[in-house]
């Protein structure tokens, strides 16, 4: 199909019909007890392309927790920052182990694989809390300007529940401290990061928020330059190599997108200079990704014939 004759709402439509079957077969997030209240029955899609044009289906502008999804735009804004060197405190190779693994961290003294793991977010984090006094804040703020959405708040229950489940990852704050990668006071390192996880979006929010990655750095919505045009190539590499945790190959086999996702069963995906999309629904697969979701991108990219590759 030739890009321009692209039916999109057409095609979201034909895909909240095809997803019904998937329902069911995976599990909202239990270990976040906040998250595994949310009707596992939600499905919301979102487009938005380059050119302006924006696609919503299903419950596209419900609230979802954003999860992991803001370590790809705490990486954003730490990269927007001059005179930053993050590469020799994380790695740019896919983990090829879960999101939140402790072994692989300690074999690499305390050099997490990558940004999008939560090992190396965290480490994100710290860079971001190093440069600020009200880091928290900055990162609301910041997602906020690219969403062009002011009620983009933490979710106080979220990460409320965070903090006190958090055990992994404050297992990890404190391995990487050993090994002097982390200079935040970790009680504090991990409240911000509980509360970027807890922020709440939208589909059509987060597919506003990421057109900056399918605008060689430019938010349409901020109508500014957010990062340089290298680092905006640069990040779509990470997330294609890293975005998904350890299903990134069979997700890139399947949907052939950049894409990070989030444990609130949000994925946000971008194909550079034609179209950010997002797409929500809480059941996850066994390696903490949208089923559903996973699925409905898989279903997009074959049915638009849209991908990187
Ligand atoms: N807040 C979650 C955690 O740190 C994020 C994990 C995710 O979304 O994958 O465990």
Request: proline share 4%; hydrophobic share 40%; with cysteine.
């Amino acid at each position: 199909m030739a890009e321009n004759s692209v039916d999109f709402q057409g095609v979201l439509a034909e895909i909240q019909d095809e997803i019904d079957p998937f329902f069911g077969q995976g599990k909202n997030a239990g270990y976040i007890p906040a998250l595994s209240d949310v009707p596992g029955d939600k499905f919301g899609m979102a487009v938005h392309t380059v050119e302006g044009e924006e696609f919503l289906i299903g419950d596209a502008q419900d609230d979802f927790s954003i999860q992991s999804i803001s370590k790809l735009f705490t990486l954003m804004q730490v990269l927007g920052f001059d005179d930053i060197d993050i590469w020799s405190r994380v790695g740019r190779e896919p983990s090829g182990t879960a999101f939140n693994s402790l072994v692989q961290l300690e074999y690499e003294k305390g050099i997490p694989r990558n940004p999008f793991i939560n090992a190396g977010a965290i480490v994100v984090t710290d860079i971001l809390a190093s440069r600020s006094a009200d880091a928290s804040r900055r990162i609301g703020d910041y997602y906020r300007m690219l969403s062009g959405n002011l009620s983009n708040r933490v979710d106080e229950e979220v990460a409320l529940s965070e903090q006190d489940h958090g055990y992994r990852n404050a297992a990890l704050a404190n391995l990487m401290r050993s090994f002097d990668n982390i200079q935040t006071p970790i009680p504090d390192l991990l409240d911000i990061y509980f509360r970027q996880c807890a922020l709440t979006t939208s589909c059509a929010d987060l597919a506003k928020a990421a057109l900056p990655l399918a605008c060689g750095g430019y938010s349409p919505i901020a109508q500014k330059q957010v990062l340089s045009t290298r680092d905006t190539k640069r990040i779509n590499a990470l997330l294609l190599t890293c975005g998904l945790y350890d299903a990134v190959g069979s997700f890139a086999y399947k949907v052939g997108l950049p894409a990070k996702s989030g444990v609130g069963g949000g994925i946000v995906a971008v194909l550079p200079n034609k179209f950010s999309v997002a797409v929500w629904s809480p059941e996850l697969d066994s390696y903490g990704n949208s089923l559903v979701g996973s699925k409905a991108l898989e279903l997009f990219t074959t049915k638009t014939d849209l991908s990187i590759f």
